[in-house]
T-cell receptor
Framework: DAGITQSPRYKITETGRQVTLMCHQT?????MFWYRQDLGHGLRLIYY???????DKGEVPDGYVVSRSKTENFPLTLESATRSQTSVYFC???????????FGPGTRLTVL | GESVGLHLPTLSVQEGDNSIINCAYS??????FIWYKQESGKGPQFIID?????DKRQGQRVTVLLNKTVKHLSLQIAATQPGDSAVYFC???????????FGAGTILRVKS
């Protein structure tokens, strides 16, 4: 019963490098989400996906790219990491739009 | 874990007492609300939800109250335990298709 997993759990990278954060869910939920959590800002939505091959921007999408070729995976890529992208990233999934979202354990990313 | 709570309101309660965590939501049209609990180093965990056609819903040791007139949501935890210590977030959305918007969170500290 894996539920929703994220990898890596911790990542340190340098400014300008490309980084991909992985998210995998075993429930076949239609919806998947990426959030970042920062001091003073709470959880902010980066991107979401309603189904395979359907993605849309959230509140803070700049500098990020997502894809959803398979229902169970929703990777988030930072094409050229910046220090302002240092944060804790959470992936979530839900069965329907207005249902509870199940969160992964998070990835703590540090950009030096 | 991530120190997301440095600038958040804090509620300190004695073990065994009841806790009340409040949330003012932003959109008068929101019709679905969720409370999440986040422990240090973990992702948010669903506690309880409520739809706008209700003003009260009870779970195990928790009760959510919704006052649409003043756009206020509260979470009541009965007989608070040390394991209840965490950051609590309320979230709101429109069930017909909008993003889940999270509040900033409240830290609950339980004193033994």
């Amino acid at each position: 019963d894996a539920g929703i997993t994220q990898s890596p759990r911790y990542k340190i990278t340098e400014t300008g490098r490309q980084v991909t954060l992985m998210c995998h869910q075993t429930w076949s939920h239609s919806y998947m989400f990426w959030y970042r959590q920062d001091l003073g800002h709470g959880l902010r939505l980066i991107y979401y996906s309603a189904a395979a091959d359907i993605t849309d921007k959230g509140e803070v999408p700049d500098g990020y790219v997502v894809s959803r070729s398979k229902t169970e995976n929703f990777p988030l890529t930072l094409e050229s990491a910046t220090r302002s992208q240092t944060s804790v990233y959470f992936c979530a999934s839900s069965q329907a739009w207005a249902n509870e979202q199940f969160f992964g354990p998070g990835t703590r990313l540090t950009v030096l | 874990g991530e120190s997301v709570g440095l600038h958040l309101p804090t509620l300190s309660v004695q073990e065994g007492d009841n806790s009340i965590i409040n949330c003012a939501y932003s959109n008068s049209a929101s019709d679905y609300f969720i409370w999440y609990k986040q422990e240090s180093g973990k992702g948010p965990q669903f506690i309880i939800d409520i739809r706008s056609n209700m003003d009260k819903r009870q779970g195990q040791r928790v009760t959510v109250l919704l006052n649409k007139t003043v756009k206020h949501l509260s979470l009541q935890i009965a007989a608070t335990q040390p394991g209840d210590s965490a950051v609590y977030f309320c979230a709101e959305t429109l069930s017909w298709g909008n993003k889940l918007v999270f509040g900033a969170g409240t830290i609950l500290r339980v004193k033994s």
